[in-house]
């Protein structure tokens, strides 16, 4: 790899597009004083991306880009490209070529280019630390700057040497596995908090879980219980219903066949039998019978009467009549008495006294009639007689129609007291066949009374057993809720259902209150929740602190690794910078010996001791003071003849012959691609300036050299020569000369 090309733009006082092209081992720029020189080795240093002004000799940006001058109008934006070969693939990338171009503008922008594609600076950066060129590297030595590594601490003069040995990529490498220490650190920091804030929880949730398991098992049982009980319950249930709706549909049937029965009975005790037809016609017979006897003893009576008439008529007949005898007929006498009779006894139950006068007034008159009668009659014996006769034949004739009234009558009495017998007869049986009645109806009724407690005794029943069916179903809700969909499996439960049904129903009574019991304490403990939320927050949790846990014992582990990295690295980077040093020390020594004419230089690794700095005043005590040591690099010469120690003691030009010795060794000791030297020989005389030469030659095998001088001895190494020259325009202007000129120019 080597640099072939440099383009340099607007850059300082390139105003115009200057191309150098660096194919030689050797370059040099020569020219006057403030011609430009020393701004191509800054334009080195931005292109490859220096972002401090100050080494390039700048307070602002904006003093990189040409500032203009009398003639010339300002530019807006400076530009570098440097080309490099890259045919052995130095850089890790697949091209011949790698341009890399850095551009800023007024408005302080950079903008940055790799083969001519936008990159950021960190890609810049990466690549060029890939073959160890820095910004501000060991390989950029600017003017006056030679010495710098003299005039450094011992510290800052370490970090230059490990700079120079590419040892840098070590400390990067360690910063960078300390960031990610700390960033691992602080990531494990965070999982035990994260840990720590998440162990009550588990512990909570685990005593959760417990609870949960702990339900779970009486769950079980819970079901174990509910399959025997859900099942005895339904075998019993299922025949309690049957039997209640046949003993119900047989009560129905007796209490309809005894309620007809009754109503059949009832109408029969119903019947009044003294209101019957039949009593009827034996209460009409009976008057009847009793109208037909009285009316036969009145007709005997009659007949006496006209007996007793025919015989006193005959006793008269009989008897030898007297002329003054009046003959008064039986009949007319009867008849007067019976109407005086008569008309005297309503007289006597009167109270009436004009009535009764009038009564006594008529009995006179018919008395006086009968009297007058009597004594005024006259008639022949014979005549009377006859007429007596007569009047016999007629009471008999009389008395014979009576007799035979009399004859019918008693017929007729006869006829009628059959019919009352029979008719009695006929109620009398009637009487009787209502007594049975009475007497099924009384046994009926209390049959129905009977068949209707039962009936309400089994409504009752039923009704208590569709509260039993009610709480069976309820039962079944509620042991879901706690058990699932599990309880609808008691009917699998097997069961001798006969000897069930002959089961004290307080052995089931027995299993519902241990279930009770244990639903309680299931509610107790879970409450209505399954507890799966429990479990699964549970398991989330704890697969997360297991995660957390993971993490944390990975993070420990890349830790660890870490910090064994890091070891390692520094002891590399130990290793490395002592073998360096030693490797340096040796080259030092020769090239010191060759320019001084003999004497000796080496670098030594110093180690000074620091006061730590304590976090806290009040615990500070002296004796706890700490101490660490700091590795620094001391530089100790011996110059021949004389007696001289310390740097400080040397000339002008014996430093600069020293920091070359020490540049020149360090450089051979780990070659820079390209090294950039800008009047490093300023100071030297002519003897050494070709001591100088012939350490150019002999770094050029190693490192493409860059060198910027005003030294013939130095010029005449190199294989191409830039001149650079500034007109009154103030732009730096490039040409390429011989020898001959250059020698001629840098006079
Ligand atoms: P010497 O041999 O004395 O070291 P040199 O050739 O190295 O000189 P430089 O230091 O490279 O010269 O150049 C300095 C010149 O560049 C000065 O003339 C300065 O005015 C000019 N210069 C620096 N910055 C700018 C700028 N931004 N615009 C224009 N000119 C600039």
Do not use: C
């Not at 005898?325 to 005086?340: C, T, V």
């Amino acid at each position: 790899m080597r640099v072939k090309s440099l383009e340099i733009s607007g850059f300082k006082s390139f105003a115009r597009k200057s191309v150098f092209e660096f194919g030689a081992q050797v370059s040099s720029i020569v020219g006057p004083n403030g011609s430009g020189k020393s701004n191509v080795a800054e334009a080195l240093r931005f292109v490859l991306g220096e972002q401090s002004l100050k080494s390039m000799r700048g307070k602002r940006t904006e003093d990189l880009i040409f500032n203009g001058s009398k003639t010339v109008e300002r530019q807006n934006r400076a530009k570098v490209v440097i080309t490099f070969d890259n045919r052995d693939r130095t850089f890790p990338v697949d091209f011949d070529e790698v341009s890399i171009a850095r551009e800023i503008h007024r408005d302080a922008s950079s903008e940055y280019f790799l083969n001519g594609s936008s990159v950021r600076l960190k890609d810049v950066v990466e690549l060029l630390a890939s073959v160890h060129i820095g910004a501000s590297g060991h390989h950029i030595i600017s003017q006056g700057e030679a010495d710098r590594i003299l005039n450094a601490t011992p510290r800052d003069r370490r970090a230059m040497i490990e700079d120079a040995l590419g040892l840098k990529v070590y400390h990067w490498k360690i910063a960078e596995s300390e960031k990610k220490l700390i960033k691992t650190e602080q990531n494990m920091r965070e999982s035990e908090s994260l840990r720590r804030e998440i162990a009550p929880h588990i512990k909570f949730l685990k005593k959760q879980v417990e609870k949960v398991e702990q339900a779970r098992s009486l769950r079980d049982e819970l079901m174990e219980l509910y399959r025997e009980y859900l099942k005895r319950e339904e075998v019993y249930l299922s025949y309690t219903r049957t039997k209640l709706h046949t003993e119900k549909q047989e009560l129905d049937v007796s209490l309809r066949d005894t309620s007809e029965a009754l109503t059949k009975a009832e109408s029969l005790r119903g019947h009044n039998v003294g209101q019957s037809p039949e009593n009827t016609a034996l209460l009409d017979a009976r008057g009847e019978l009793g109208n037909a006897r009285r009316e036969r003893d009145e007709l005997g009576r009659k007949i006496g009467r006209l007996e007793g008439m025919i015989e006193m008529e005959t006793r008269r007949l009989d008897r030898p009549v007297e002329s003054a005898d009046k003959m008064i007929s039986a009949r007319e006498s009867e008849q007067l008495a019976q109407g005086l009779y008569e008309e005297l006894g309503y007289a006597e139950s009167s109270e009436d006294y004009l009535y009764i006068k009038g009564v006594v007034s008529r009995t006179r008159a018919r008395v006086g009639q009968f009297l007058e009668h009597l004594r005024g009659g006259t008639s022949d014996v014979d005549t009377r007689r006859e007429e007596s006769k007569k009047e016999i034949e007629g009471l008999k004739d009389e008395r014979d129609a009576l007799i035979r009234t009399r004859g019918e009558l008693e017929n007729t009495i006869t006829q009628l007291e059959v019919r009352v017998r029979e008719l009695e007869r006929v109620i009398e049986s009637k009487r009787a066949e209502t007594t049975d009645a009475e007497r099924a109806s009384f046994e009926l009724r209390a049959k129905n009374q009977e068949l209707t407690m039962k009936l309400a005794l089994n409504h009752d029943r039923t009704e208590h057993f569709t509260r039993e069916e009610v709480a069976f179903r309820e039962e079944i809700r509620e042991g879901g809720i706690l058990v699932g969909r599990m309880i609808q499996e008691y009917p699998s439960f097997s069961l001798d259902e006969g000897a069930a049904l002959l089961e004290d129903r307080m052995e089931q009574e027995g299993r519902r209150k241990k279930i009770e019991r244990i639903k309680i304490r299931l509610e107790d403990i879970m409450g209505s929740s399954s507890g799966e939320d429990v479990m699964r927050e549970y398991e989330d949790t704890v697969q997360r602190d297991e995660f957390l846990a993971k993490e944390l014992e990975d993070l420990k582990a890349s830790a660890e690794s870490l910090r064994v990295l890091m070891r390692e690295l520094e002891e590399t980077l130990n290793e490395q910078f002592k073998d360096g040093i030693t490797k340096i020390n040796k080259q030092f020594s020769e090239f010191f010996g060759l320019m001084f004419g003999g004497g000796t230089a080496s670098l030594q690794v110093s180690y000074e001791k620091k006061k730590k700095k304590s976090d806290t005043e009040i615990l500070e005590t002296p004796d706890e003071d700490e101490e660490e040591s700091e590795e620094g690099i001391e530089v100790a010469v011996h110059l021949p003849h004389k007696k001289i120690r310390g740097l400080q003691m040397l000339s002008g030009g014996e430093r600069a012959l020293t920091s070359i010795a020490l540049l020149f060794a360090v450089s051979q000791v780990n070659p820079p691609p390209f090294l950039v030297l800008d009047e490093t020989d300023a100071a030297l005389d002519e003897a050494n300036s070709r001591k100088y030469g012939d350490m150019i030659e002999n770094l050029a095998k190693y490192s493409q050299l860059i060198v910027i001088t005003h030294n013939r001895e130095t010029m005449s190494r190199a294989n191409i020569i830039y001149g650079v020259t500034m007109g009154a325009d103030a732009i730096s202007k490039l040409l390429s000369i011989k020898f001959e000129e250059a020698a001629q120019m840098a006079k």
